[in-house]
């Protein structure tokens, strides 16, 4: 137990962390900015929608299914060839990008399309009865009403991507998931392999924590 | 029911239906809920649509904004054809329309004085000059200590100020009132219908009222259509209707009601049918019951 106090292994832990941290807020954040139009879209377009497109709602609806189906460890193997012509390589946190933000993005997209649908159909047929436009509606009524919900879904989906990140250093990510494969299962060095477990523990507790506490403070529904 | 030459709409009518018509699809088949509906709505009046439920009213008034599209007809508010408009045109006519629910549709993260805001902002009014206005309709409305309260802090009756305060703030011509006190107290509900009494006599506001609340009518409208299944049965001032020797009106409304109530709405139809009753007074004994 010595050994891990080397300055040689605090090293590879706070770099884990780092590469860990950086994979996740990344991807989440790119994930984000493509999958919560994508999760409005689904909603405005349905059969019930304000702009209804039933064809195209449905259509989205079968490719998200689709590349939700794929378990993340085989879809990491599926995409390395998109990942080598965007990056140019498949090791590394940078490359993992490319897999996490095309497994994540269809997954965001269901889980906006949810906080979305939650809110109060009346509500929205109010702001109709107002004049709002579906522009308007989307900016003024579904994102600030789902706004807590919101913020719940990316915590959860925050920590699901934490995950995958950890997963990928089965296949040459980086991250504290990678240190727990090569230590851990490789190496049978099982007490690092435990460092980068409570490590990947406390960063879900901490996430979770952190992202629950804002989504309660800020919901105004709660008196 | 006054006879509707069709083309021409008279000066004082601000909402015409002409020939309107409801088919809901379904994969379980066809609902027709409105048949050949023609009504015509007099410029500041207090208008009632009564019937029991499923009549088709609540269809009846989400047709006037277009919030429900009618299958057949047409629906022209103050001389606007609105069927035959775009959906950037209907929007615009839609700031002139204002209307109120049953379950108050506020938006629930954000403040009384910011809902009332919300048409006005919508609208393009400068935030400063909107919060203004909302606060004024606010002070009218009676909720000056509420204004940075929460829907979830305040009662139903205080959700339904907020919501009407809302529906007045872009000035509309018409209220059109979807069932809004039917989630309500009676003293509430007695509270809400002075307020809406207020605002159609000092705005002069046309009000349509949608209610199976037989009180709501007696003590507001000055004229009454009825429906059932999708017809319009009959329009006329309130004693015309509800003071009908035949007694029609009163048999369906009564069904389902405690006896006690049933008698005490019985006497009160008889006695304005033989205009023995006027409005305050009917309303007194509504109470007392």
């Given at each position: 137990?010595?050994?891990?106090?080397?300055p040689?292994?605090?090293?590879?832990?706070?770099?884990?962390l780092?590469?860990?941290?950086?994979?996740?807020?990344?991807?989440?954040?790119?994930?984000?900015?493509?999958?919560?139009?994508?999760?409005?879209?689904?909603?405005l377009?349905?059969?019930?929608?304000?702009?209804?497109?039933?064809?195209?709602?449905?259509?989205?609806g079968?490719?998200?299914n689709?590349?939700?189906?794929?378990?993340f460890?085989?879809?990491?193997?599926?995409?390395?060839?998109?990942?080598?012509?965007?990056?140019?390589?498949?090791?590394?946190?940078?490359?993992?990008?490319?897999?996490?933000?095309?497994?994540?993005?269809?997954?965001?997209?269901?889980?906006?399309?949810?906080?979305?649908?939650?809110?109060?159909?009346?509500?929205?047929?109010?702001?109709?009865?107002?004049?709002?436009?579906?522009?308007?509606?989307?900016?003024?009524?579904?994102?600030?009403?789902?706004?807590?919900s919101?913020?719940?879904?990316?915590?959860?989906?925050?920590?699901?991507?934490?995950?995958?990140?950890a997963?990928s250093?089965?296949?040459?990510?980086?991250?504290?998931?990678?240190?727990?494969?090569?230590?851990?299962?490789?190496?049978?060095?099982t007490?690092?392999?435990?460092?980068?477990?409570?490590?990947?523990?406390?960063?879900?507790?901490l996430v979770?924590?952190?992202?629950?506490?804002?989504?309660?403070?800020?919901d105004?529904?709660l008196? | 029911?006054r006879?509707?030459?069709?083309?021409?709409?008279?000066?004082?009518?601000?909402i015409?239906?002409?020939?309107?018509s409801?088919?809901?699809?379904?994969?379980?088949?066809?609902?027709?809920?409105?048949?050949?509906?023609?009504?015509s709505?007099?410029?500041?009046?207090?208008?009632?649509?009564?019937?029991?439920?499923?009549?088709?009213?609540?269809?009846?008034?989400?047709?006037?904004?277009?919030?429900?599209?009618?299958?057949?007809?047409?629906?022209?508010?103050?001389?606007?054809?609105?069927?035959?408009?775009?959906?950037?045109?209907?929007?615009?006519?839609r700031?002139?329309?204002?209307?109120?629910?049953?379950?108050?549709?506020?938006?629930m993260q954000?403040?009384?004085?910011q809902n009332?805001?919300?048409?006005?902002?919508?609208?393009?009014?400068?935030?400063?000059?909107?919060?203004?206005?909302?606060s004024?309709?606010?002070?009218?409305?009676?909720?000056?200590?509420?204004?940075?309260?929460?829907?979830?802090?305040?009662?139903?009756?205080?959700?339904?100020?907020?919501?009407?305060?809302?529906?007045?703030?872009?000035?509309?011509?018409?209220?059109?009132?979807?069932?809004?006190?039917?989630?309500?107290?009676?003293?509430?509900?007695?509270?809400?219908l002075?307020?809406l009494?207020?605002?159609?006599?000092?705005?002069?506001?046309?009000i349509?009222?949608?209610?199976?609340?037989?009180?709501?009518?007696?003590?507001?409208?000055?004229?009454?259509?009825?429906?059932?299944?999708?017809?319009?049965?009959?329009?006329?001032?309130?004693e015309e209707?509800?003071?009908?020797?035949?007694?029609?009106?009163?048999?369906?409304?009564?069904?389902?009601?405690?006896q006690d109530?049933?008698?005490?709405?019985?006497?009160?139809?008889?006695?304005?049918?033989?205009?023995?009753?006027?409005e305050e007074?009917?309303?007194?004994?509504?109470?007392?019951?």
């Open positions: 137990m010595a050994a891990l106090f080397d040689k292994l605090l090293q590879l832990f706070l770099i884990g780092g590469e860990t941290a950086a994979m996740t807020l990344a991807s989440t954040g790119i994930s984000y900015l493509l999958g919560l139009p994508l999760g409005l879209l689904l909603v377009t349905d059969r019930d929608g304000i702009m209804p497109k039933p064809s195209l709602s449905r259509a989205l079968m490719v998200i689709c590349i939700r189906s794929l378990p460890i085989i879809l990491l193997v599926v995409v390395m060839p998109v990942t080598r012509a965007i990056t140019g390589t498949t090791v590394g946190s940078k490359a993992m990008l490319v897999p996490l933000v095309i497994a994540a993005t269809p997954y965001i997209a269901r889980v906006v399309e949810g906080s979305i649908r939650e809110i109060d159909a009346g509500v929205i047929e109010a702001a109709q009865a107002m004049g709002a436009s579906p522009l308007q509606i989307v900016l003024r009524v579904m994102l600030p009403e789902a706004g807590p919101l913020l719940i879904g990316a915590t959860v989906a925050t920590t699901t991507i934490l995950g995958y990140s997963l250093g089965i296949v040459g990510g980086g991250g504290l998931g990678a240190i727990a494969i090569n230590y851990g299962y490789y190496r049978r060095t007490d690092i392999m435990m460092v980068a477990v409570v490590l990947l523990v406390l960063l879900v507790q979770q924590e952190f992202g629950g506490r804002i989504a309660r403070r800020s105004r529904r008196t | 029911m006879p509707l030459r069709k083309g021409v709409i008279m000066s004082e009518d601000i015409v239906l002409q020939q309107l409801k088919c809901f699809v379904s994969e379980q088949g066809q609902v027709q809920a409105l048949q050949a509906i023609n009504l709505i007099r410029k500041g009046e207090i208008f009632g649509i009564i019937g029991r439920s499923g009549a088709g009213k609540s269809t009846l008034v989400r047709c006037i904004n277009l919030l429900e599209r009618p299958s057949e007809g047409r629906v022209i508010v103050d001389g606007q054809e609105l069927t035959a408009l775009s959906p950037a045109q209907l929007r615009k006519q700031h002139g329309i204002g209307m109120i629910f049953q379950g108050f549709h506020l938006l954000k403040t009384a004085l009332v805001c919300f048409p006005l902002l919508i609208t393009g009014v400068p935030r400063g000059e909107a919060e203004k206005r909302a004024a309709l606010l002070d009218e409305v009676g909720l000056s200590d509420k204004k940075n309260a929460y829907p979830a802090q305040l009662s139903g009756g205080q959700m339904q100020r907020v919501a009407i305060a809302r529906a007045l703030a872009t000035n509309p011509k018409v209220l059109l009132c979807d069932e809004a006190t039917s989630a309500l107290d009676p003293e509430t509900t007695q509270s809400i002075d307020l009494r207020e605002i159609n006599r000092r705005h002069g506001i046309t349509v009222v949608i209610t199976h609340e037989m009180r709501v009518v007696e003590e507001i409208c000055h004229r009454v259509a009825e429906l059932k299944d999708g017809l319009l049965l009959r329009v006329g001032s309130v209707v509800l003071g009908d020797p035949s007694h029609q009106t009163v048999e369906r409304l009564t069904i389902g009601l405690p109530e049933e008698t005490a709405l019985r006497v009160r139809c008889y006695l304005l049918s033989e205009g023995v009753l006027f007074e009917g309303a007194a004994i509504g109470r007392s019951v």
